[in-house]
């Protein structure tokens, strides 16, 4: 998929994916990956770095947890202001598809 | 599983994050790499395959370009162990709240500190305050260095005649010279402290009153918060009882601080005097421990008492105090009161010297004195037991001191592992210091705090324990500048001594070590051993001294109430009448004292009385000169005058001759009875009854011996016997308008009271009355010692409860450390009786060195207090010995517990433990 594309949307993925539940890195990645079907796919240099710049921007706050008999691993939950971020751009996103197919499911009709 | 994290830490090296950062990112990356690694195996890739993979998405320069962009903006990191200015305030304030944390965590420990503090820091700040109030502190008035009194200096023939107050500098004549012909002031005044009776007869109570000439306010520059103060126009001769100035205390205490007051009038010994000022608040007159009620012009005397020092060419009675000039050092004040001193001198002999005296007189030196401090006889009493009292508490704070830091070594252990690691992580040796020491730091100030409460309240009671019937000490304590350091002071120093050896030692540990022992944290070190034994001998050393110091001053009181006077002590009442307001013609005076004696004599109740000019032992008393013929010319003795029945009364037995009787009556020739030592200095064996003896250049004033009595203490009861003259009031030259009379009784005194003042009421009910117990009197007279060896006792006591505790520290201390080795000798066939003289010749041995060290110490330090002892000299051997029985008791308690628990212990068990 093209990279720019990705990228845009990629935001919005992450943020969506946590909304509930908090997750870590990987299961994010994951989810994203067998959603899409393997159309959408990161690799680590892509994908933390955004992740990182999510957390830095206070949309996301990640935290070690531990549990029994696991590793510890570090999940990402949804700030007050990173739910706000999601609306908005819920809703943009909504109003560009809808955009885009309301032109091109014209032409065929 | 394949481990990433050196991949992916050399991959993002170029980021130089910071540690924990780093560490975060590797851990997280490293887990997505394994999930993956596994995800893609699972698809049928093979492992080389997939490492390739996710080897190249590793080094992806996106990776690095999109980290730098989101995790490089931490801070830069702080090196440890390098600090700028606000750091080092910061890491303090960080360093406190930890000592906060701690102090809260171990409640009972830190109770225990700041008590031990408090109590060793209270008592010594309730003496230095008591110290700084009687020495160190200037009077409340401007600019108090300017003030100087002029007295007469370096002469030791000074002086002969009466003395009136507590500091008679100078006579009338002597006074008025100084005010004409000195330069060196641009002010100077005179003023002298006496007591008169308010109000009018039983209703009168005494008063102390200031008599003062027209510049005193001004010299001290002290302005009224009322009316006006006492001007030079109100001191002029015979002035009689005009105006009267009254403290700002006594118009609260007996006015309720009427604002009126002006209005009113105040009657002084059957005077009224006009109220017309009120002084400061602050102003608490200028002697140190005294107050004053009512200040009236010094002219005022000549009325008040017709036969008063005022018109007595002898009578010291003034006490001058001036005000130099800008320009002017008390030296060259002083150097210019000298240069005129001979004129003055010259110009005021008393008419009725012989030939010596006047030469003496003429020989002296007038002088200028500092007095910034204000006038004192509190001081001379009473700074040199104060401050010998400061060394000694000083000395039970340093053994409280030593059982804290034993306490912190108890905890230093404790806390071993925290320091190790701490340590560790990287925490330099100071740090560890200094974080420690604030941790005492904080202790020490919270124990001062309280100390200073304590103080507060120790300094008061001392105050009252201080104060007399006769004489009621007034003390400003609040606190000064002085005060502040001296605490701060003493809590830095406690924080030192308890604090720092501790600190340095808990430092000291070894990190590898500490952590790999699975012990209770004892380390075995065998400094640490020995910085408990130094402590403990010091200790016992130093409860030695106190504990000998004690003794002593203790010893020193009992000799002094044991100490024959010479004379009957209990059962005494001192009556004290004034008639002068009574006005009775001279002719009748002699009489009507007689009358009295005669009707108290008479009362239910009464065994014996008799009347002296002196009561014994009341500090106040008559010196004079005596010749011998073809014997000893000029000779000091010490007069008074009784009356028939006065040895009696005071059963001082009479050894030869006759009491004096009513048929003595006024004659040239004066009847004497003389005391032992008298008649051993003077007459030697011969027979004295009838021997003749003449006032000193007057052969026209002779004395005839008519009787010998044993010998009796005059002023103190540490003098050696002195040649005493009685004379008889029947043969008194003229009369008196008070008189003293010594009542003996075996009912109860103060019960006595009330008939004998109805009995003087009877008689005449304007007469003035006071009373007081002669045994009373005479152990006030011995305050200082009572004080001295009240305070040392309780310190004494203090320091060996301290000392065992700390024995005991230190004794059970090694017990738990010698626990596998005593474990071992029993298993070896030691038997627990052995164990127990194991111990105890441990105890011994920190008994023994303590004890050499102390006696060593008591030794040089009872030279000091030498001068204040009483019938044993300082290296008093039963003292000594008494001490160090004392101290091996108290050594032997504090160890038996401990050696018990050593003999008790189970060899299989303590060998287990190893």
């Known amino acids: ?109 | 599983m394949l481990d990433w994290r050196n991949e992916i830490r050399s991959a993002i090296a170029v980021l130089k994050l910071q540690a924990t950062r780093e560490a975060e990112v590797v851990e997280e990356l490293n887990q997505h790499l394994q999930d993956r690694r596994e995800a893609m195996l699972a698809s049928n890739l093979t492992a080389r395959q997939v490492d390739e993979a996710l080897m190249q998405e590793l080094h992806d320069p996106a990776l690095i370009a999109g980290l730098r962009a989101t995790v490089r903006s931490e801070p830069p990191s702080q090196p440890a162990g390098h600090d700028s200015g606000e750091q080092l305030l910061g890491r303090i304030w960080m360093d406190l709240r930890y000592a906060v944390r701690v102090s809260i965590l171990n409640p009972g420990f830190a109770l225990v500190v700041i008590l031990s503090l408090a109590l060793g820091i209270g008592a010594n700040t309730a003496i230095f305050q008591l110290l700084n109030a009687v020495r160190l502190r200037v009077l409340p008035v401007p600019k108090p260095e300017q003030l100087a009194a002029v007295r007469i200096v370096d002469s030791p023939h000074c002086c002969t005649g009466d003395f009136y107050s507590n500091h008679p500098d100078l006579t009338t004549d002597i006074w008025n010279q100084v005010r004409q012909q000195q330069q060196g002031f641009s002010k100077i005044a005179a003023w002298y402290p006496t007591r008169l009776n308010a109000g009018h007869g039983i209703e009168s109570r005494p008063v102390s009153t200031l008599m003062v000439s027209g510049d005193f306010f001004d010299v001290l520059s002290v302005q009224p918060s009322l009316g006006r103060m006492i001007s030079p126009s109100d001191d002029y001769r015979g002035c009689g009882a005009q105006g009267a100035v009254v403290s700002s205390g006594f118009w609260r205490r007996e006015f309720g601080g009427d604002p009126e007051i002006l209005e009113r009038k105040i009657t002084l010994d059957g005077h009224p005097f006009q109220i017309m000022g009120v002084t400061p608040p602050n102003f608490s007159g200028i002697e140190v421990g005294r107050t004053f009620d009512v200040a009236i012009p010094l002219c005022a005397e000549a009325t008040i008492s017709t036969k008063g020092p005022s018109r007595d060419p002898v009578a010291w009675w003034i006490t001058a105090i001036g005000r130099l000039k800008p320009d002017w050092t008390v030296e060259r004040a002083s150097a210019q009161l000298t240069a005129i001193s001979s004129g003055i001198f010259a110009a005021t002999v008393p008419p009725q010297f012989d030939g010596p005296a006047r030469k003496d007189y003429l020989s002296f030196r007038l002088g200028a004195v500092r007095v910034a401090n204000g006038f004192s006889t509190l001081r001379s009493n009473y700074q040199e037991p104060l401050w010998l009292l400061l060394c000694l508490s000083g000395l039970v704070l340093l053994i409280a001191c030593a059982n804290l830091a034993n306490l912190m070594l108890a905890r230093a252990s404790a806390r071993e592992r925290e320091m190790a690691v701490r340590l560790t992580l990287g925490a330099s040796r100071p740090r560890l210091i200094r974080q420690l020491l604030t941790e005492s730091l904080l202790l020490a100030l919270l124990g001062a705090a309280a100390g200073v409460g304590i103080a507060n309240i120790l300094s008061r009671l001392l105050i009252t324990y201080l104060s007399t019937q006769q004489d009621q000490v007034f003390l400003e304590l609040t606190p000064d500048w002085r005060i502040v350091c001296f605490v701060t002071g003493l809590a830095v120093l406690a924080t030192v001594l308890f604090g720092l050896a501790p600190a340095i030692r808990a430092s000291q540990v070894e990190p590898g070590a500490t952590l790999k022992a699975t012990g209770r944290g004892f380390s075995a070190s065998g400094e640490s051993v020995l910085l408990r034994r130094v402590l403990a001998v010091s200790q016992v050393a130093l409860s030695m001294v106190l504990l000998v110091s004690a003794l002593l001053f203790v010893r020193t009181f009992q000799n002094l109430i044991l100490v024959d006077a010479g004379f009957q002590q209990g059962q005494i009442l001192i009556a004290n009448f004034d008639y002068s307001p009574l006005k009775l013609p001279e002719a009748s005076q002699m009489a009507f004292k007689r009358e009295l004696l005669t009707r108290i004599q008479a009362l239910p109740g009464v065994a014996a009385a008799a009347e002296t000019l002196y009561p014994p032992l009341s500090q106040a008393g008559w010196d004079g000169n005596v010749d011998i013929p073809d014997g000893p010319q000029r000779q000091d003795v010490r007069l008074s005058r009784v009356s028939p029945g006065y040895f009696e009364t005071m059963k001082m037995g009479l050894v030869s001759g006759r009491d004096f009787n009513y048929t003595d009556t006024p004659a040239p020739l004066r009847k004497a009875v003389v005391s032992r030592a008298f008649v051993v200095k003077f007459f030697g064996k011969a027979n004295p009854l009838g021997r003749m003896f003449y006032d000193s250049g007057n052969r026209d004033q002779p004395y005839q011996v008519i009787g010998v009595v044993n010998d009796t203490k005059y002023y103190s009861l540490r003098e050696d016997p002195a040649p005493i003259v009685f004379v008889s009031f029947t043969q008194a030259n003229g009369p008196q308008e008070r008189s003293t009379l010594m009542i003996r009784s075996n009912e109860s005194l103060p019960a006595l009271i009330s008939s004998i003042e109805s009995t003087a009421g009877q008689m005449n009910p304007g007469m003035v009355s006071d009373f007081s117990v002669l045994k009373t009197q005479i152990l006030d007279g011995l305050l200082r010692e009572r004080l001295v060896a009240t305070l040392s006792g309780f310190f004494g006591a203090l320091a060996t409860v301290l000392a065992m505790v700390g024995l005991y520290g230190v004794i059970s201390y090694l017990v738990v450390k010698r626990r596998n080795e005593i474990g071992l000798r029993m298993a070896l066939g030691a038997k627990r009786v052995d164990i127990l003289v194991m111990i105890l010749r441990e105890t011994a041995t920190l008994l023994g060195t303590g004890l050499a060290i102390g006696a060593a110490l008591a030794f040089s330090a009872g030279k000091i207090a030498a001068a204040m002892l009483y019938g044993l000299r300082s290296r008093d051997p039963l003292t000594l010995a008494i001490a160090v029985a004392a101290m091996a008791v108290i050594a032997l308690v504090a160890s038996l517990a401990p050696a018990r628990r050593a003999a008790s212990i189970d060899p299989m068990t303590a060998l287990r433990e190893e």
């Open chain 1, 1 to 109: 998929m093209d990279r720019e594309l990705k990228r845009g949307s990629t935001e919005l993925l992450i943020l969506s994916l946590i909304e509930y539940r908090a997750r870590h890195g990987y299961e994010i990645s994951k989810l994203i990956e067998d959603r899409s079907e393997g159309v959408l796919t990161f690799n680590v240099a892509s994908f933390y770095p955004l992740l990182y710049r999510l957390e830095q921007r206070g949309l996301i706050a990640g935290r070690w947890v531990e549990k029994a008999g696991q590793r510890r691993r570090r999940y990402y939950r949804l700030t007050a202001p990173g739910k706000k971020v999601l609306k908005a751009q819920r809703s943009t996103w909504r109003d560009f598809v809808d955009a885009i197919q309301r032109i091109t499911e014209a032409e065929r009709a």
